[in-house]
């Protein structure tokens, strides 16, 4: 009898232990799985350096992008973000085709009539092409050379110009060559004008699916870092704090000051074929402007984002309102950061300093602030904001149109926009909600 207790006792203990172990089992397998399942609308913590990368992609996209077709653009050129627009454009038309884009070619220099003169420079010199595919995977998609396997020759498809070829006609001809006779080409060449001139088809939210896609490579980022470690460094010393590195909690501001010669003379020709008269702003009309920028915490540090080299203002870190603690390149002492680089590189690394900054002034007629702007904006509606009207910690503004109390004007993107069109050549209708 005591010996039938005891083993009755043995099997309670074993199963109690089996299921403590079973349900341990199960806890782990759980979390597991929510810790490091891609669960479609899930949007999981992940350490990334770009907190601000679309995280919303993956539920959206409706398509697995082929491998085995591709679609080939000629070579990427002009400025940062005409090129950042030049080559979603690529992207969205390869979409439409059903096909992956070849690997394109930017240009590492700003030379606008010597073609001979462009520097090409890879796309993944600059971007990171593993993190790109990996962030828009099934909506868009980049592929290497190395690739194909060159069973048949390119189809050449040449791109329309002149005023006959209409938007109507370009859609047209892209749908024409989805059928089932060019679909056995491995290769659509297109030739002809650069993509940035080709006719927009598509809606301002897929540019940005794409543009958050672009992160930089990892020695780029490593300088970005730098640049801001700086900057919140001398805003710390501002303060009074340590200057040691590592203040993330330093706000900074960021200027897109466009006020260099070449921008001053294409701005008063705008003006004047538009008959819009907020396009140009002086150095003095954006220092009275930014002065009256309600709720800002002073001293701040305010780092100046311009070309350099065509500069021939000396003066722009004086005449600022107290509290406003202005910055360029050399007083910060970066400038051997960034003069290791082509302009192309040079032009990243600022967006992406502007990017990050607590508050972003900028021209509305800029591509490089319209494209800020647009990023900054899907960053908010992210954060659950649709309007910056009120006081926002991460606010964009635009100093050639004038706001409230003598301010810039506060600046959002209209993401609903079924165009690029304002933000390609911009516009002075904007506002803070979306």
């Known amino acids: 009898m005591a010996l039938k207790e005891f083993s009755k006792i043995n099997v309670l203990s074993l199963n109690s232990t089996v299921c403590r172990i079973s349900i341990l089992a199960f806890t782990i397998l759980l979390l597991r799985i929510s810790l490091f399942s891609p669960l479609p609308g899930l949007h999981w913590f992940r350490p990334e350096r770009v907190f601000w990368t679309s995280a919303d992609n993956a539920s959206a996209f409706h398509h697995e ?71 828009c995977g099934g909506f868009v998609r980049v592929g290497r050379y190395s690739s194909l ?56 939210s897929n540019y940005g699916r794409i543009f958050e896609c672009l992160t930089l490579v990892d020695e780029i980022e490593a300088d970005v870092s730098t640049v801001i470690s700086r900057i919140r460094a001398v805003g710390a010393r501002g303060r009074g704090k340590s200057s040691d590195f590592g203040n993330d909690s330093v706000p900074y501001m960021a200027i897109h000051l466009r006020i ?41 540090v305010v780092y100046l984002a311009l070309a350099d080299s065509l500069l021939e203002d000396e003066s722009i870190l004086s005449g600022w309102r107290e509290g406003l ?29 502007c990017l990050r ?3 972003f002034v900028g021209n509305s007629f800029s591509t490089f602030s319209s494209l800020i702007v647009l990023h900054r904006t899907r960053i908010l509606i992210k954060m659950g904001m649709t309007s910056i009207c009120v006081n926002s ?41 979306v």
């Open 260 to 300: 260099e010669k070449d921008w001053m003379l294409h701005c008063k020709n705008l003006e004047q074929r538009s008959n819009i008269y907020e396009i140009c702003s002086s150095k003095k009309e954006i220092m009275e402007r930014v002065a009256n920028i309600h709720g800002l915490s002073f001293p701040i």
């Open 393 to 433: 910690n991460f606010s964009s503004y635009a100093y050639n149109i004038a706001g409230d109390l003598g301010a810039p004007k506060k600046w959002m993107t209209d993401i609903s926009a079924s165009t690029l069109q304002s933000i390609s050549y911009g516009t002075n209708n904007i506002s803070c909600h």
């Open 65 to 135: 992008v082929r491998r085995d077709k591709f679609l080939e653009v000629p070579q990427i050129i002009w400025g940062l973000n005409n090129q950042k627009i030049a080559f979603a454009r690529a992207c969205l038309s390869a979409r439409l085709l059903n096909r992956t884009l070849l690997m394109p070619s930017l240009s590492a220099s700003l030379i606008y009539k010597e073609m001979d003169l462009l520097k090409p420079i890879s796309f993944d010199r600059v971007f990171n092409y593993e993190r790109f595919n990996s962030l």
């Open 325 to 353: 603690l202005p910055f360029e390149k050399k007083k910060l002492g970066v400038w051997d950061i960034y003069n290791k680089h082509p302009y192309l590189i040079q032009s990243a690394i600022d967006y992406e300093v």
């Open 149 to 204: 396997l060159n069973e048949t020759k390119p189809f050449e498809l040449r791109k329309g110009s002149g005023r006959k070829w209409t938007k109507e006609r370009d859609l047209d001809q892209l749908n024409q060559y989805k059928n089932e006779s060019i679909d056995m080409f491995e290769v659509i060449k297109i030739v002809g004008k650069h993509p940035f001139l080709w006719h927009d088809h598509w809606p301002v």
């Open 357 to 359: 900054a607590a508050v």
